[in-house]
């Protein structure tokens, strides 16, 4: 609870910086070296093709008894910069969770906005804010209880979620990595599912 806390925390405070800097883009990177790679980055009509990523694994051992969980998100999406530091993009997603009798898959598109800070000329936090249209296909296996087996099941669902990632990036000459927190959650549906976490992302810009 209390990484989640932080993690949230953290993201409002990346967000709220959007109006801030475009209110002050002069005194923006005034720190960095002309033609460093963070300078260079973000220039008006540069596009950048990213892709966020994460991944999780579990395995727990109670009394003789296995449970194993898997958690991947692959995250692919282009930017481009209308004015400096200032983007605009789209991304399509995959969320894939399984334990051994359930999986979870959804996927999702959508659009979002960002504002690249830098702070040195190597460094810089690029937050960026979307919304996605994700598609939820839930499956259950069928397992035998107590000598009866069950069916097996799937149902899909679809929701509007709202996207913030604010990554901390490392520049090189065209290339970027970084990690920084995310929050998923949804707008609309029957079932709200809520997620915080750390992703990475790595990509590169052209022009």
């Excluded at 925390?9 to 033609?35: D, N, R």
């Excluded at 400096?84 to 999702?108: C, D, M, P, W």
């Excluded at 397992?143 to 996207?163: F, H, M, R, W």
């Amino acid at each position: 609870m209390l990484i989640r806390r932080v993690l949230v925390g953290s993201l409002v405070a990346f967000v709220t910086s959007f109006g801030v800097s475009a209110a002050a883009e002069e005194t923006i990177g005034a720190h960095t070296t002309p033609g460093s790679a963070v300078s260079v980055f973000g220039n008006q009509g540069q596009v950048a093709i990213s892709s966020e990523a994460g991944a999780t694994f579990s395995h727990t051992s109670v009394s003789g008894s296995n449970a194993a969980s898997t958690s991947l998100v692959l995250r692919p999406g282009v930017d481009y910069f209308l004015i400096k530091r200032l983007s605009l993009g789209a991304f399509v997603g995959v969320e894939h969770q399984a334990t051994e009798i359930t999986s979870n898959t959804t996927f999702g598109i959508g659009p979002r906005v960002g504002y690249d800070i830098a702070f040195s000329d190597r460094f810089s936090i690029w937050p960026r804010i979307g919304f996605s249209y994700n598609s939820t296909t839930v499956k259950v296996d069928s397992q035998n209880i107590g000598g009866v087996q069950t069916p097996s099941a799937k149902d899909s669902s679809s929701a509007l979620a709202l996207n913030l990632y604010a990554p901390f990036l490392f520049h090189t000459n065209h290339y970027f990595a970084g990690v920084g927190p995310a929050l998923d959650t949804d707008l609309t549906g029957d079932s709200k599912v809520t997620t915080v976490a750390l992703r990475v992302i790595l990509g590169g810009w052209v022009f």
